[in-house]
């Protein structure tokens, strides 16, 4: 959830701190999402992860679309999509959320809300 919205179309990824593997995910419209490591579904491996989430924002068609030239030639300028959410939840390094998956099976991280 950011700003009492469910995040959509977001990538999650369980980063591991003590040398198990990643597992990721993507959210759904309801910001819902399940998580793979080794095949679909199959969740995350026990251990202590930090919790990545990265999504761009939407990018529209300029409306002169037809008219710009073609982004092909080398001195075209591409910018990269701003960020739908903020910049610390993509990086392991500088995200708040952490969690630890217990040895005994199934486990749900409940609501992460993000914040500004």
Do not use: W
């Given at each position: 959830?950011?700003?009492g919205?469910?995040?959509?179309e977001?990538?999650v990824?369980?980063v591991?701190?003590?040398?198990q593997?990643?597992?990721v995910?993507?959210?759904d419209s309801?910001g819902?999402f399940?998580?793979?490591t080794?095949?679909a579904?199959?969740g ?5 992860y930090k919790i990545?989430i990265?999504?761009?924002?939407a990018?529209?068609?300029a409306a002169?679309a ?7 030639k080398e001195?075209a ?5 701003a960020?739908a ?8 390094n500088?995200t ?15 609501v992460?809300?993000?914040k500004?």
């Amino acid at each position: 959830m950011y700003k009492g919205q469910p995040v959509s179309e977001a990538s999650v990824m369980l980063v591991p701190q003590e040398g198990q593997r990643a597992a990721v995910g993507k959210t759904d419209s309801q910001g819902r999402f399940v998580l793979t490591t080794l095949t679909a579904g199959d969740g995350a491996m026990p251990g202590k992860y930090k919790i990545v989430i990265t999504k761009t924002a939407a990018v529209e068609a300029a409306a002169d679309a037809a008219e710009m030239p073609d982004i092909t030639k080398e001195q075209a300028i591409v910018k990269p999509a701003a960020a739908a959410i903020p910049a610390k939840y993509s990086n392991p390094n500088t995200t708040p959320l952490e969690c630890t998956i217990p040895q005994s099976g199934q486990h749900d991280l409940g609501v992460l809300e993000l914040k500004d």
